[in-house]
Each structure stands twice: as structure tokens, then as C-alpha cells.
């Protein structure tokens, strides 16, 4: 089958050029958007008091690193929330629904990180709308800053614009202990506001919208 | 499953060419370089080169997993096609690529690029090149085809904007034209790319690889040190990516001469058996942690196997099924290089007529 295609010579294609200030009709070469589903939030607790919520580490960098500082928050300021590290079954690029049913039986609320590369940060955003979404997890999102509007982006086009998120200083990986507490202890460089100050009211207070 | 509604409207305002020029720039439609205009006469025309519809869905590419995926039509192939600079008789082939529905704009901090390798007829047909320059900017069908490959993946995808939809830290230069060539066939004393990929030496077809951040080239083997060059070569490239050789027919002589590899696929399992390293080296590479080291953990093999290795055992870190050989150069000298980059696929252009 190497049949010759019988085309039009390129030059047969080209055109005169338009005369200064003739208009013109161009076709746009942009593909189609797959239609969007708005989804809808999981009912939040009033307080973590007592809860257990779930560190899913997504495996990328020194992300595990980062949540034990989280963890070691909760810890000096919120010693009766419970937390457990999870590392995902595999890396990132893969949904993992036995995770997910995990964090569903024995979890309350859940914190995914993090989101710090242009690979793995759609995918904690996704995974956070997952838990969010179709297993009814509070969940809120730690991305780094520089990813910002990548979130924004994967977000909307995922039907929940305001799916809950935070973030911390680009980078983490390579950084020492004292750093990574620096971040988490600290404020958010998009917002201003302080990380930990987002994820207690990402996990506890239902959007509005 | 998601839907698709045709919601971005066919055509653009009219306005002038200047406008038009500046407009396509400003909505980062192009990859930063004049377009050729598609009006409908120039698209109708690039609709000639094949007997497919305008309206028949193509396939659907995104910039990374867990991005939504755009879905395209021949007609819109076609509009990126014109944008390139392409003719109608290479419509095939871009056809072909877009049906991979592998993107040439992937959203990687690593900045990866696509590579395209044509073999069979199809070469012939639109004077491809694969001798000399083949991988340069010196032939009208590898330019464009290329170049073509690059604006469809970022228009088609949905978008390529630097901190939105392409998180490249670097970037990557091979993305203008993507790497793409015609294997030298007629001058390669091994058997085609897409014959080892299941098509026959009288199919057309492209070839689809992804990576291309680390190369690392040489001239030539010497009597002495070749297999210790080699050696050398492949430890630039990096662990989570697979070698792909891209040697000129000279140097391919030369591996017959020097090693005895008179098959591809011995040429391979050399490769296979001179790229090892200490385990304990190979599992601290950061991109190894990433991406091989959660699948080892979880007992894929030939993950697993080297995760019981000891910290000074040497292992042999690129599977002999993912390793890749390819000729393409003109023999003015025995030079090739070694690229890192992932085989992805293999699509039929006589399937794109």
C-alpha cells in the first residue's frame, strides 16, 4: 500500500499576498476542550479535634520530608489530631485506589504533597480531588509556589475550581529539616497567609461558593 | 469518559496579515517564529494529501498526565500543518504523528523533546533527508514535518504557555523541529527501525521517541578502547532515560568490524551489558528515586532484582528491550552520539493517505 499521493504541487497553494489593509480569514488551529463537570466538595468537620488525617506522600523528591513537618505541627500545636504518613502504592502518575479506600475507612481528612513538579503537581491536584470527590475526604493540596497557576489551571479544568490548597517556597527538595519547618511553620508566598492557618481552614470550614 | 463539545470556533476574525501575525504570536499559537497563515484556500489544500475527512476525529493529546486531554480533527491537523510551512504530500505523515497522540510540547520540568524517525517509502516519495545534515535544518520535509509536530502538540493539547501548561526550567532547543529525520535505510547494513517495530521494509511509518535531554557523542571506535568509550558515553545519559544510538552508516561498519555486531540486536545487548553501575550510585540518582525506585519496592522486575543488589555490585541499568539503534548521516566521518530518549510508538503514514 505505498500508493503515490496524487497532491496539489505546493505552489498551487500559495496565495497572493493581500493588499496592505485587505482583511483576511484565518482558520484557529487550537484543538477542543473536553466539557466540564462542576463537582462538589466533601461536608467538612467543625474541628479536628480527635480526627485522624492522612499525609499522602506522592513519592516525588524530598516530598515525605516536607510532611513531617507537617506532622510534627500538628503535633506541637494540635496533639490531638492524629496523623499518619502514607507514601503512594507507586509513583504519582498512577491513581491508587487502595490508598484512597484506606484513607476513607480510618481517616477524618487528608493532606496531599507535594505538588512541585510540572509532572506531579496536576497529579496531587488530582488526587486531592479524587479523595475530595469520589470517596468524600476533606482533602487539602500542598503544592510549591512556583506551580501556582499550573493548580489554577488543572483545577478548573477538573470541574472544582476552588479545591482547597496551600503553598509552600520552591524548592523543597535538598533541603535540610530546619528549612522545611521554616516553610510549613510559615506563611504561604501566594497568599501571605500561613500554611498551616490554610490547612486547618481548608480541612474544617465548607466553601462558600 | 469525557466529552467533547466543538466549542473553539473554526475560524478566527478576519483582519489583516499583520494583525493576524501579531494575534497568533500573542496567543502563543505558534513557537515563536513567522507562521505561514491558514486560510481556508492553504488549508483545503493540505486537506488534499489525504483521502481521510476534515471532520474525523484524529485522536487526543495533553501536556502531562493528569491534565484534561484536547481532542482534534483532521481539519485542525491541517490548520498546524499550513502554520508550519508543510505541503500537502508530508500530510501523511504529520497525520501519523498527531494520531500517536504523544505531545511534542509534554509539560516536564526536565524539558524533554520529542525525536521522529520516517522510514520506508514514504521517504522517498517527499525527499526526506537522511544522509548528510539529516538532523539540521537543510531539507523542506524535515524542517516542516517537525516543525509541524511541535505546533500541533501545543495547539491540539490545548495550549504550551511557559507556568501554565509548559514547566520546562530550561527548555530545549530540539523542540523547534523536534529531531526529525529519515533512518538511512539504503545505506545501513541493519534492518529498518519499523521492521524491528513489526511493519514490513515496504510500509511507511514514523517512530515517536520522547526525552532528548542528555547526548553524548564520539567519532568513531578505536582498536584499543572502544568498549571503555562506550562505556563512558553511556554514563552520560541519565538514569530514567533509555540510549538511543544514532550512528552514521560509518560507525556502523564499524561496530560490525570491531564487535561482530552484524544485527541490531546485538549491537543492543552490547549496549545492555557495557551500561552498568554500582547499585548503590544508581539508586541515589534523583530521577531513579522518583520514578524506578517505587516500582522496585513493589517487585517489578528488573527493578526489584537490582534492589537486592549490594551497594558496589554492579548492575546493568538500561533493559535490553528498551534500548534503540538507528542509522542516519552521510558518511563525511564516523561520527554519532548517543541520545537519551524513550521509544514511544511506531504509526502507520499509509494508514493517514
Known sequence: ?209 | MAEYERTTPRLVEPDTEGNLQQQFLDNKWTDGLPIVLPTEKRVAAMLAGTSRKPDEVVGRMQPTEFRVAFEYTVEKVAVNAVMAGAKPEYFPVILALAASEVSARGSTTSSSAAMVVVNGPIRKEIDMNWGIGAMGPYNHANATIGRAYGLLSQNLQGGSEPGVSFMGSQGNSYTYNNVTFAENEERSPYEPLHVQKGFKATDSSVSVFYGCRSTTFCLGLREKYWRDHVRDMLAGIDGNSTPCLLIDPLTAQQFIDRGGFDTKQKLIRFIHETAEMPAGRYWDLQLVQNYVYPWATFGKEPMATWLKAKDDELIRIFPEADINVVVVGGEANGYWRIMGAKYRKTISVDAWR
Not at chain 1, 493581500?18 to 462538589?40: D, M, Q, Y
Not at chain 1, 529539616?177 to 486547618?200: C, R, S
Open chain 1, 1 to 209: 500500500m505505498n500508493k503515490i499521493v496524487t497532491t496539489p504541487r505546493a505552489d498551487h497553494a500559495i496565495e497572493l499576498p493581500p493588499s496592505a489593509g485587505e482583511k483576511i480569514t484565518v482558520l484557529n488551529p487550537v484543538g477542543f476542550p473536553p466539557k466540564v463537570n462542576r463537582k462538589a466538595i466533601a461536608p467538612r468537620p467543625e474541628s479536628l479535634e480527635g480526627k485522624t488525617i492522612y499525609l499522602v506522600d506522592c513519592r516525588f523528591d524530598d516530598s515525605i520530608e516536607l510532611l513531617k513537618q507537617v506532622q510534627n505541627w500538628f503535633a506541637e500545636f494540635m496533639p490531638a489530631v492524629k496523623t499518619k504518613i502514607v507514601s503512594l502504592s507507586a509513583t504519582y502518575q498512577h491513581d491508587d485506589p487502595k490508598t484512597w479506600e484506606e484513607i476513607k475507612a480510618n481517616g477524618h481528612a487528608a493532606i496531599v504533597g507535594v505538588g512541585h513538579c510540572s509532572n506531579c503537581s496536576p497529579a496531587v491536584a488530582t488526587h486531592a480531588i479524587t479523595l475530595e470527590t469520589r470517596y468524600g475526604v476533606p482533602t487539602v493540596a500542598i503544592h510549591t509556589d512556583k506551580f501556582d497557576r499550573v493548580v489554577t489551571s488543572v483545577t478548573k479544568m477538573a470541574g472544582l475550581p476552588d479545591a482547597r490548597r496551600t503553598f509552600v517556597p520552591m524548592p523543597v527538595m535538598g533541603k535540610t529539616t530546619e528549612e522545611l519547618k521554616a516553610y510549613v511553620y510559615g506563611k504561604d508566598p501566594i497568599t501571605g497567609l500561613p500554611v498551616m492557618q490554610e490547612v486547618i481552614a481548608g480541612l474544617t470550614t465548607a466553601l462558600s461558593n
